[in-house]
Protein backbone atom coordinates (compact mmCIF):
# COMPACT_ATOMS: atom_id res chain seq x y z
CA UNK A 1 0.00 0.00 0.00
CA UNK A 2 1.72 3.42 -1.00
CA UNK A 3 1.60 5.80 1.36
CA UNK A 4 2.87 9.43 0.77
CA UNK A 5 2.93 11.97 3.86
CA UNK A 6 3.68 15.61 3.92
CA UNK A 7 4.75 18.02 6.44
CA UNK A 8 6.42 21.13 6.99
CA UNK A 9 2.71 23.64 6.76
CA UNK A 10 2.12 26.16 8.84
CA UNK A 11 1.91 30.47 9.48
CA UNK A 12 4.20 31.92 7.66
CA UNK A 13 4.29 36.08 7.01
CA UNK A 14 5.08 37.03 3.30
CA UNK A 15 8.63 36.76 2.55
CA UNK A 16 9.45 34.04 4.79
CA UNK A 17 9.99 30.08 4.14
CA UNK A 18 9.21 26.92 4.31
CA UNK A 19 10.18 23.81 3.84
CA UNK A 20 7.67 20.79 2.59
CA UNK A 21 8.70 17.04 2.82
CA UNK A 22 6.91 14.13 1.93
CA UNK A 23 7.80 10.61 3.28
CA UNK A 24 7.14 7.69 0.61
CA UNK A 25 6.31 4.06 1.44
CA UNK A 26 4.60 1.03 -0.44
CA UNK A 27 6.85 1.71 -3.24
CA UNK A 28 10.02 1.60 -4.77
CA UNK A 29 10.45 5.06 -4.43
CA UNK A 30 13.63 6.25 -6.92
CA UNK A 31 11.75 4.75 -9.68
CA UNK A 32 9.12 7.14 -9.77
CA UNK A 33 9.03 11.14 -10.69
CA UNK A 34 7.55 12.88 -8.14
CA UNK A 35 5.50 16.31 -7.98
CA UNK A 36 4.16 18.70 -5.80
CA UNK A 37 0.80 20.22 -6.27
CA UNK A 38 -1.20 23.04 -4.42
CA UNK A 39 -5.32 23.87 -4.23
CA UNK A 40 -6.48 27.01 -2.96
CA UNK A 41 -9.85 27.47 -1.71
CA UNK A 42 -12.21 27.52 -4.59
CA UNK A 43 -9.44 26.77 -6.89
CA UNK A 44 -8.59 24.30 -8.89
CA UNK A 45 -5.44 21.59 -7.79
CA UNK A 46 -2.99 22.89 -9.73
CA UNK A 47 1.06 21.65 -10.47
CA UNK A 48 3.37 23.45 -8.83
CA UNK A 49 7.28 21.60 -9.35
CA UNK A 50 8.07 18.30 -10.38
CA UNK A 51 11.60 16.15 -10.49
CA UNK A 52 12.58 12.81 -12.29
CA UNK A 53 12.99 9.52 -10.27
CA UNK A 54 17.11 10.44 -10.93
CA UNK A 55 16.53 13.94 -9.43
CA UNK A 56 18.26 15.02 -12.28
CA UNK A 57 15.33 17.20 -14.66
CA UNK A 58 12.88 19.52 -12.79
CA UNK A 59 9.66 21.43 -13.80
CA UNK A 60 7.90 24.38 -12.30
CA UNK A 61 4.77 26.81 -12.51
CA UNK A 62 6.02 30.14 -13.86
CA UNK A 63 4.69 31.76 -10.53
CA UNK A 64 7.15 29.97 -8.39
CA UNK A 65 10.12 30.05 -10.72
CA UNK A 66 13.34 30.86 -9.03
CA UNK A 67 11.58 31.05 -5.38
CA UNK A 68 11.07 27.38 -4.45
CA UNK A 69 13.17 24.34 -4.99
CA UNK A 70 12.30 20.85 -5.54
CA UNK A 71 14.49 17.89 -4.65
CA UNK A 72 14.65 14.35 -3.43
CA UNK A 73 16.30 11.70 -1.38
CA UNK A 74 16.04 8.28 -2.81
CA UNK A 75 17.88 6.82 0.56
CA UNK A 76 15.33 8.37 2.85
CA UNK A 77 12.25 8.15 0.12
CA UNK A 78 11.86 11.72 0.74
CA UNK A 79 10.83 14.55 -1.66
CA UNK A 80 11.47 18.40 -0.63
CA UNK A 81 10.04 21.59 -1.40
CA UNK A 82 11.97 24.82 -0.26
CA UNK A 83 9.71 27.43 -0.62
CA UNK A 84 11.14 30.77 -0.38
CA UNK A 85 10.03 34.80 -0.70
CA UNK A 86 6.37 33.43 -0.04
CA UNK A 87 3.96 35.52 -1.18
CA UNK A 88 0.12 35.62 0.11
CA UNK A 89 -1.19 33.72 -3.09
CA UNK A 90 0.84 30.90 -2.28
CA UNK A 91 -1.62 30.33 0.35
CA UNK A 92 -3.18 27.35 -0.33
CA UNK A 93 -3.35 22.87 0.63
CA UNK A 94 0.23 21.79 -0.46
CA UNK A 95 0.33 18.08 -2.05
CA UNK A 96 2.61 15.84 -3.05
CA UNK A 97 2.14 13.07 -5.72
CA UNK A 98 4.02 9.92 -7.57
CA UNK A 99 3.90 9.54 -11.17
CA UNK A 100 1.41 6.58 -12.39
CA UNK A 101 4.22 5.02 -14.26
CA UNK A 102 7.95 4.48 -13.13
CA UNK A 103 11.13 5.50 -14.71
CA UNK A 104 9.61 8.14 -17.26
CA UNK A 105 12.33 10.57 -18.10
CA UNK A 106 10.52 13.92 -17.95
CA UNK A 107 8.66 15.80 -15.40
CA UNK A 108 4.48 15.31 -16.28
CA UNK A 109 2.32 18.13 -14.95
CA UNK A 110 -1.28 17.10 -15.21
CA UNK A 111 -2.91 15.39 -11.68
CA UNK A 112 -4.08 12.81 -13.72
CA UNK A 113 -0.86 11.31 -15.02
CA UNK A 114 0.00 10.80 -11.09
CA UNK A 115 -1.47 7.69 -9.54
CA UNK A 116 -0.54 8.00 -5.66
CA UNK A 117 -1.57 11.18 -3.42
CA UNK A 118 -0.69 12.32 0.30
CA UNK A 119 -3.31 13.97 2.39
CA UNK A 120 -1.81 17.42 2.24
CA UNK A 121 -0.22 19.76 4.12
CA UNK A 122 -1.65 23.55 4.81
CA UNK A 123 0.60 26.96 3.78
CA UNK A 124 -0.69 29.92 4.85
CA UNK A 125 1.00 32.69 3.92
CA UNK A 126 -0.03 35.95 5.63
CA UNK A 127 0.34 39.78 4.09
Known amino acids: QVQLVESGGGLVQAGGSLRLSCAAS????????MGWFRQAPGKEREFVAG????????YYQDSVKGRFTISRDNAKYTVYLQMNSLKPEDTAVYYC????????????????????WGQGTQVTVSS
Open 51 to 58: ITWSGGST
Open 26 to 33: GLTFSSYA
Open 97 to 116: AADRVPLRTSVVVTTSRYGY
